[in-house]
């Protein structure tokens, strides 16, 4: 029954960690997962509450049996004989000697263990939903490997430890039979000198292993102890870690028309303090405009997007949606007033109706399906054996490029935003799949604020607006035939 009832507190602590810690975790702010590796948040999440939750608990319950037991055979030896209890308790600080010497050797190997148990893990979570890319470039052997060479390092590691534990009990078993060796000695003086009998010593012999085994337990449960805190330390670094301020405020208009304005905004990721994303940037999209951001790569395009979704804070100015600053709003209805459609769509393992309407709980079917439908994703679901009940598997694999797309754009769309953010919608897409995405984008274009990062001509010649953005500033504006006119940075940007 003891045994039962202490697996159902570990199954219970282990869940309600796991539920905190997962919490806490996504309470985070969005720069902090470009500074952590995410295969390390899965091994704290994972591998280190278990530890943390099952081998400490065990460990405890295990080491006040064992000091139970030596308090209790200490009393006893007490009363056959003092003098030989004193000269069996000088073992005691000895013992603790000997723990305190090996406590930090512990402490930093298990912290190195499971460091190098979280980047084996983050090898494995990265390679194998990658296994496409790796086999297409007959890269196998190289990524076992790169494995093998993070599972060795634990296996060192692991060695390291092996050699302090063994250090450890043959220092401690040395003293036991030291102490063996004194006590058979002191013992025969006192049988000659004092009233004890060889009987007393006899039980001397007896009870010393007894009481040495409880205390070497001690010390072997405290140093199981320390290899938990090493875990503990990782885990609750993450528990007692306060995300960077972001507040919300209440603001609900119900006049919300989509009026974008960013003044002097510059941002640079948390990953690369001292490089500017964007620098000064300013410019405004009045409701039901269309703009286009065009650019080289790392010109700042997606991080301008980003900004507007407020997935991160700027460094410096401000920017205002309806003349309001962001932080005015309500989480829930910024976020449904403001979509974005990624240029790589991110489906969840879920139903493909609980994909479109993720985040909507109040979402109806009749909403569901007319998002789906402007998206031009209503054909290719309705044909699928299950419809919107169909399983997505892991990371979409199920669907092709443009199917994922076009479910990002219907979960966009599904609340009804007023202002629209495209992030290269239609990029890497095949003809046909373009043509369909372009379409959906088309229609959800009408009535709206949208911000687009266009790479072809035709949706250059759609929008009301260019920004042509180089290193996080814009540096020409106008439309499509106004900028080629100029016979600037944008008319050669679109000719290569």
Known sequence: IRD?????????????????????????????????????????????VKILSSDMTLSINLLLSSIIRSVGMAVFMYVLSYKLALLTFIY????????????????????????AIANANSVANEVIPSIKVVRSYAN?????LHYNDKVTEV????????????????????????????????GSYLTHHEAIDSTTIFAFIVFQPILQGAIQEVGTIYADLLGAIGVADRVMKLFTRIPEKCEYGDEKPSDFKGYIQFNNVSFAYPNKPDTMAIENLSFSVKPGEIVALVGANGSGKSTTIKLCKRLYEPKSGEILLDSRPLSDYDNQYLHSKVAMVEQ???????LISENISYGYKDCKDRKMIDAAV??????????????????VEERGQNLSGGQKQRISIARALVRDPKVLLLDEATNSLDPTSER????????????RTVIVIAHTTNTFKRVDRILFLENGKIVEEGNHEE??????????????
């Open 155 to 186: 296996y060192g590691y692991s060695l390291k430890l092996a050699r302090v534990f063994a250090g450890f009990f043959a220092l401690t078993d040395s003293l036991r039979i030291t102490l063996k060796i004194i006590t058979l000695y002191y």
């Open 374 to 391: 402007m998206a031009n994703a209503d054909e290719f679901i309705s044909k699928l054996e299950n419809r919107y009940a169909s399983q």
């Open 344 to 350: 790589g769509p991110t489906l969840f393992s879920r």
């Open 92 to 115: 005691m600080p000895l013992v603790a000697v000997v723990v305190d010497y090996f406590q930090s050797k512990f402490k930093v190997l298990s912290k190195r263990k499971q460091d």
């Open 483 to 496: 900028l080629l006119e100029k016979n600037g940075r944008y008319a050669n940007f679109i000719q290569k």
């Open 436 to 447: 369909l995405v372009q379409e959906a984008i088309e229609k959800a274009f009408k009535d």
């Open 4 to 48: 039962y009832l202490l697996d159902v507190q570990i199954a219970r602590m282990i869940k309600r960690i796991r539920q905190k810690l997962f919490e806490v975790i996504l309470k985070q702010e969005t720069g902090y997962f470009d500074t952590v590796d995410s295969g390390e948040l899965t091994s704290r999440l994972i591998s280190d």
């Open 140 to 144: 196998e052997k190289g990524e076992i």
